[in-house]
C-alpha cells in the first residue's frame, strides 16, 4: 500500500500537498481518492496482470473512449501504471439495486451504448475478449501453477466446448465483460458504468448473461433484458445462445477465482469466491443442459 500511496502522492499534477485515502473494492488494482486544489481524482494504481490478460494501456484507451461515449468519467491524466479519473460522487450498487426495475430499465442503455458507441472513439488497436479462449489460458495456467484445482478441469473444459458450441455465431460489439453491480456508480441523477480492465470487442450475451448472473436476475428479468436489448421477441435460438454464455460467465468468474488463489497478492478469500462461483456455474449448467435437451 504504501509503494502505491507514493506512486499517488508523488505525481506532478497536484498543485499542493496531497494526501491519498485508499478505496476498497480494487480486485486487481489499488484505488485512491485525492483532494485537490479544490476537486476531488479518483486514482487507479496497477500494472499489467498478465495472468488475467489486463494491459492498462488499453484500459486507459477504452476508460477515453467510454468517456467520449457520455457513460464514464474523464481521464484527467495517464502514466504506465496509474490513471487520474474525474471523481464521481455517488454511490455503488449491489445486487439487490440491480434486481430493482427501475435501475435495470436504466442500465440496459448504459450497456448498450458501451456495445455500440465506445467503438467509435476508441483510438489504437482493441483486444477482443472471447470467454472460450479465456478459459482455456485459466486452464493452462492452473495446471502449470499446480492448482487444487487441477482435477476439476478436464470437467470443466468438456462443458466449455460444449458452451462454446451452442453459442454458435455471434454479432460483435465492444463489451465491458465485468458487470459486477458495484461496476456501476448511481450520482443521484444518472447512472455511470466504470472500470475497463477486461474491456473488448465481445458478443453482446457475454454482457447480458454476466449481468443476469452476477447479479442473480429473475428468469421474467432476463426474458424482458434480452428482448428491451435487442427490441424483439426472443428467438428459441437466441436464448439456447445467451444461456450458453451465461453459463460461460459464470464459469470465466470462477475460473478466474482459480487462477487468482495462485497468482494473486491481495488480501482476499479468492477460495470462497471460487466456490461459491462454482456453485452458481454448477446451478447454471444444470439449467443449461435440461434446457438444451428438452
Same mark, same amino acid.
Given at each position: 500500500?504504501?509503494?502505491?500511496?507514493?506512486?499517488?502522492?508523488?505525481?506532478?499534477? %497536484?498543485?499542493?500537498?496531497?494526501?491519498?485515502?485508499?478505496?476498497?473494492?480494487?480486485?486487481?488494482?489499488?484505488?485512491?481518492?485525492? !483532494? &485537490?486544489?479544490?476537486?476531488?481524482?479518483?486514482?487507479?494504481?496497477?500494472?499489467?496482470?498478465?495472468? !488475467?490478460?489486463?494491459?492498462?494501456? !488499453?484500459?486507459?484507451?477504452?476508460?477515453?473512449?467510454? /468517456?467520449?461515449?457520455?457513460?464514464?468519467?474523464?481521464?484527467?491524466?495517464?502514466?504506465?501504471?496509474?490513471?487520474?479519473?474525474?471523481?464521481?460522487?455517488?454511490?455503488?450498487?449491489?445486487?439487490?439495486?440491480?434486481?430493482?426495475?427501475?435501475?435495470?430499465?436504466?442500465?440496459?442503455?448504459?450497456?448498450?451504448?458501451? /456495445?455500440?458507441?465506445? #467503438?467509435?472513439?476508441?483510438?489504437?488497436?482493441?483486444?477482443?475478449? %472471447?470467454?472460450?479462449?479465456?478459459?482455456?489460458?485459466?486452464?493452462?495456467?492452473?495446471?502449470?501453477?499446480?492448482?487444487?484445482?487441477?482435477?476439476?478441469? #478436464?470437467? +470443466?473444459? &468438456?462443458?466449455?466446448?460444449?458452451?462454446?458450441?451452442?453459442?454458435?455465431?455471434?454479432?460483435?460489439?465492444?463489451?465491458?465483460?465485468?458487470?459486477?453491480?458495484?461496476?456501476?456508480?448511481? &450520482?443521484?441523477?444518472?447512472?455511470?458504468?466504470?472500470?475497463? &480492465?477486461?474491456?473488448?470487442?465481445?458478443?453482446?450475451?457475454?454482457?447480458?448473461?454476466?449481468?443476469? @448472473?452476477?447479479? @442473480? +436476475?429473475?428468469?421474467?428479468?432476463?426474458?424482458?433484458?434480452?428482448?428491451?436489448?435487442?427490441?424483439?421477441?426472443?428467438?428459441?435460438?437466441?436464448?439456447?445462445?445467451?444461456?450458453?454464455?451465461?453459463?460461460?460467465?459464470?464459469?470465466?468468474?470462477?475460473?478466474?477465482?482459480?487462477?487468482?488463489?495462485? !497468482? @494473486?497478492?491481495?488480501?482476499?478469500?479468492?477460495?470462497?469466491?471460487?466456490?461459491?462461483? +462454482? @456453485?452458481?456455474?454448477?446451478?447454471?449448467?444444470? /439449467?443449461?443442459?435440461?434446457?438444451?435437451?428438452?
Amino acid at each position: 500500500m504504501n509503494k502505491n500511496f507514493n506512486k499517488v502522492k508523488q505525481l506532478d499534477m %497536484w498543485v499542493g500537498p496531497v494526501d491519498p485515502q485508499p478505496i476498497d473494492g480494487g480486485l486487481t488494482n489499488a484505488n485512491f481518492l485525492v !483532494h &485537490d486544489g479544490g476537486r476531488d481524482y479518483f486514482v487507479r494504481v496497477g500494472e499489467d496482470v498478465t495472468a !488475467h490478460g489486463i494491459v492498462r494501456a !488499453h484500459e486507459v484507451e477504452a476508460s477515453r473512449a467510454a /468517456h467520449e461515449a457520455g457513460i464514464s468519467p474523464r481521464v484527467i491524466k495517464a502514466r504506465p501504471g496509474i490513471m487520474v479519473l474525474e471523481f464521481i460522487e455517488g454511490r455503488t450498487l449491489t445486487e439487490q439495486d440491480v434486481q430493482q426495475d427501475e435501475y435495470l430499465e436504466a442500465i440496459i442503455p448504459l450497456v448498450r451504448t458501451c /456495445h455500440r458507441r465506445v #467503438p467509435q472513439y476508441f483510438r489504437g488497436n482493441a483486444l477482443i475478449f %472471447w470467454v472460450f479462449q479465456v478459459v482455456r489460458n485459466y486452464a493452462g495456467l492452473l495446471t502449470e501453477g499446480g492448482s487444487r484445482m487441477v482435477s476439476r478441469l #478436464p470437467d +470443466l473444459m &468438456d462443458s466449455a466446448e460444449i458452451l462454446e458450441q451452442a453459442v454458435g455465431p455471434v454479432e460483435i460489439v465492444f463489451g465491458h465483460n465485468d458487470l459486477l453491480a458495484a461496476n456501476f456508480i448511481d &450520482d443521484g441523477k444518472r447512472l455511470w458504468l466504470v472500470d475497463y &480492465d477486461y474491456g473488448g470487442f465481445n458478443s453482446p450475451l457475454f454482457d447480458l448473461g454476466g449481468l443476469a @448472473s452476477n447479479n @442473480s +436476475l429473475s428468469p421474467a428479468q432476463e426474458t424482458w433484458m434480452l428482448e428491451e436489448y435487442f427490441g424483439e421477441v426472443t428467438s428459441e435460438r437466441r436464448w439456447v445462445s445467451y444461456q450458453a454464455m451465461k453459463c460461460a460467465s459464470l464459469l470465466r468468474e470462477s475460473m478466474w477465482s482459480m487462477v487468482s488463489e495462485i !497468482h @494473486s497478492a491481495l488480501d482476499f478469500d479468492y477460495r470462497a469466491y471460487t466456490e461459491e462461483n +462454482l @456453485s452458481r456455474y454448477e446451478a447454471a449448467l444444470s /439449467h443449461f443442459m435440461a434446457l438444451k435437451q428438452s
